[in-house]
T-cell receptor, first 109, second 115 residues
Framework: GQNIDQPTEMTATEGAIVQINCTYQ??????LFWYQQHAGEAPTFLSY??LDGLEEKGRFSSFLSRSKGYSYLLLKELQMKDSASYLC??????????WGAGTKLIIKP | DADVTQTPRNRITKTGKRIMLECSQT?????MYWYRQDPGLGLRLIYY???????NKGEISDGYSVSRQAQAKFSLSLESAIPNQTALYFC??????????????FGEGSRLTVL
């Protein structure tokens, strides 16, 4: 079967670093996505990993290990505007996205 | 203007009423999707369409129907709304052409409340 899991909620301090983990199980894999979603708004694309390793994009980085079924999103120099939900999703063998429930990130001053 | 536009943005209706949510896009993408989002759950796929003549059921299609009127338009209908269809609905588009990742582009969402 297929499943995906990420923590429900995390809290971090402004200016700090936070890592949001995502684990998944699937027989067919065509990449892993991270999206950001502010409350009441649409998800917006952050990153896509299809090969193992770290992809860095400004303050945000995403890591993938296909053998471990594991990814993380790393956010550096946290700002208050980073308070949002972060959605992890993998693309299966039919090119359909399977979504995690999202991690709500709370940033405190 | 948004690339993916949903109407209405908010709707309150009563049990048993027919509701249509509309989606139009200017991105020129062939693939369009309807998702619903409920608190504590991931996005769940209702229907998707890879071109005008292609309609596919998603994970939770019961109680819903869709129409792909043109490449740019994809409508979701609730024939007889029930309270557990109260949710935030998103339309999305994607393109899996060469060099594309399959990234989804979402509309702003339609919040539906069924009383």
């Amino acid at each position: 079967g297929q499943n995906i899991d990420q923590p429900t909620e995390m809290t971090a301090t402004e200016g700090a670093i936070v890592q949001i983990n995502c684990t998944y199980q699937t027989s067919g894999f065509n990449g892993l996505f991270w999206y950001q979603q502010h409350a009441g708004e649409a998800p917006t694309f952050l990153s896509y990993n299809v090969l193992d390793g770290l992809e860095e994009k400004g303050r945000f980085s995403s890591f993938l290990s296909r053998s471990k079924g594991y990814s993380y999103l790393l956010l550096k120099e946290l700002q208050m505007k980073d308070s949002a939900s972060y959605l992890c999703a993998f693309m299966d063998s039919n090119y359909q996205l399977i979504w995690g429930a999202g991690t709500k990130l709370i940033i405190k001053p | 203007d948004a690339d993916v536009t949903q109407t209405p943005r908010n709707r309150i209706t009563k049990t048993g009423k027919r509701i249509m949510l509309e989606c139009s896009q200017t991105k020129g993408h062939d693939r369009m999707y309807w998702y619903r989002q409920d608190p504590g759950l991931g996005l769940r796929l209702i229907y998707y369409s890879f071109d005008v003549k292609d309609i596919n059921k998603g994970e939770i299609s019961d109680g819903y129907s869709v129409s792909r009127q043109a490449q740019a338009k994809f409508s979701l209908s609730l024939e007889s709304a029930i309270p557990n269809q109260t949710a935030l609905y998103f339309c999305a588009t994607s393109d899996l052409g060469q060099g594309d990742t399959g990234e989804l582009f979402f509309g702003e969402g339609s919040r539906l409340t069924v009383l």
